[in-house]
């Protein structure tokens, strides 16, 4: 407990150099670092959540793209298949018509020795018919060659874009695998300031930060705006926002239960205190 308070007023003392603030805020600065210390808290859970957001969907990107890539493989599959059926046939079709020109000629051999004219005739008719099969083929050849022409085509040209395509995922998997063990880095970073500051943040406060943030969404302060509390938008009762800005104590949303902060105009910040001198912005260092 006594290295706790130690360690408290460390960081207050610090905290009080860094504001540079009069005496008017050390009755209350225990309850400000505590505001203060909520709101830093907030950003980092903001971050840590951003994090945590991108680790789990990067997975998913890469999963769509390899998806992607595989329907793009299948169907350079299912073309390389129709070409080599095509191929297939044409080869049938040849074989086909070897075997006909060889009937063919058997016929004519068995032709010449007819010994009527029926049976001339008969033999003459089979070849007639065996040749209108053999141009029946022939057609059909050239019909799979000018189907064979753009098959030929597309698998050339897919084959070329898949290995691009590959590259890429490829490209973009190392990509994420780099900025996963970024951000986990990062994440693990984080983590770990946020455990040391939440050693500094008053007990009560800080569950009571957890049970609010844990029942909004991840989201505990809300800072208020012209009045009206940034987060569930609600109008701020005068005296409330009179207290806000000047009591400066942890006051929650009368609406939504958050923890409120007010972050005083630069001319404010003058008006409040001495201290804020050479701090608050000036027309000149204004860009
Ligand atoms: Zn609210």
Not at 176 to 197: N, P, S, V
Not at 211 to 222: D, F, L, Q
Not at 234 to 251: C, G, I, P
Request: glycine letters at 4%; proline letters at 3%.
């Amino acid at each position: 407990m006594l290295f706790r308070n130690a360690k408290t007023a460390i960081f207050m003392s610090r905290t009080r150099r860094a504001r540079s603030s009069g005496g008017s805020m050390l009755k209350f600065k225990n309850m400000v670092s505590d505001v203060k210390l909520v709101v830093q808290l907030q950003e980092l859970d903001n971050r840590i959540r951003e994090l945590q957001h991108e680790a789990a969907s990067l997975p998913r990107h890469i999963g769509a793209i390899e998806k992607t890539l595989e329907s793009h493989v299948r169907r350079l599959e299912a073309n390389r298949a129709a070409l080599a059926a095509n191929q297939r046939e044409r080869k049938q079709l040849e074989a086909d018509i070897q075997s006909q020109e060889q009937k063919i000629s058997k016929l004519r051999d068995q032709m010449l020795q007819a010994k009527t004219n029926e049976q001339y005739g008969a033999f003459r008719h089979e070849i007639e018919f065996c040749e209108k099969e053999i141009r029946k083929h022939e057609d059909r050849i050239l019909e799979r060659m000018s189907e064979s022409e753009p098959l030929e085509q597309n698998v050339k040209a897919a084959e070329a874009a898949l290995l691009k395509e590959k590259q890429q995922v490829e490209a973009e998997k190392s990509a994420a695998r780099e900025r996963t063990a970024g951000d986990k880095r990062q994440l693990d970073e984080i983590k770990q300031r946020r455990a040391e500051m939440v050693k500094t943040v008053t007990p009560s406060i800080y569950s009571e930060y957890e049970r609010i943030r844990k029942g909004r969404k991840g989201i505990a302060v809300a800072e208020a705006v012209d009045g009206s509390c940034s987060a569930c938008h609600m109008t701020l009762r005068l005296q409330f926002f009179q207290d806000l800005r000047l009591d400066e104590r942890v006051m929650f949303c009368e609406s939504c239960g958050r923890i409120m902060f007010y972050t005083p105009p630069p001319a404010e910040v003058d008006e409040l205190g001495p201290g804020a001198q050479g701090e608050s912005p000036s027309v000149e260092t204004n860009p």
